[in-house]
């Protein structure tokens, strides 16, 4: 019978062990999770930041385009048409009319690079955490594969 008791008791002390163990590798992955919580958090933190400030800077170019001659025109206001009919009115030539038109077209295809550009910079950043946490991923089950045996 004390065979029996011994037996059970390495049963419960081994039992308490693999518990101890399995809540050590839950809060490794806790931590791990947190850090990259943070990580995530920051980059995006950094992102609106960037966004604001790209906002503020467009709003301050658009204020220089206004004070240019004739800049109000070129600028969006909140009653879309009147500008725009305004500055078409005011080209007196088909000459004028193609001259504006190639600005325009540089400038939209100018901001579409731009916008490109940020696309792929976001993907490069999206790509390159996501290949950071796959690795960390691994390591991880590798150290626990070292420590299981």
Not at 66 to 92: F, Y
């Amino acid at each position: 019978m004390s065979e029996d008791i011994t037996q059970w008791l390495e049963e419960i002390k081994f039992l308490k062990q693999k518990i101890a163990d399995l809540e050590q590798e839950r809060d490794t992955a806790q931590a791990s999770a947190d850090n990259w919580r943070q990580l995530y958090n920051t980059e995006a933190q950094q992102r609106r930041i960037d966004t604001k400030a790209a906002q503020q800077q467009l709003e301050g170019l658009k204020e220089q385009v206004r004070q240019l001659p004739g800049g109000s025109l070129l600028v969006k206001s909140d009653n879309q048409d009147t500008p725009i009919r305004a500055e078409a009115a005011a080209l007196s030539s088909i000459e004028e009319l193609r001259l504006h038109l190639s600005e325009i077209l540089e400038e939209r295809d100018r901001l579409y690079n731009s916008l490109k550009l940020e696309q792929d910079n976001h993907a490069q950043t999206r790509k390159s955490l996501t290949a950071v946490i796959g690795d960390t991923v691994d390591q991880l089950t590798r150290e626990r594969r070292q420590v299981k045996e």
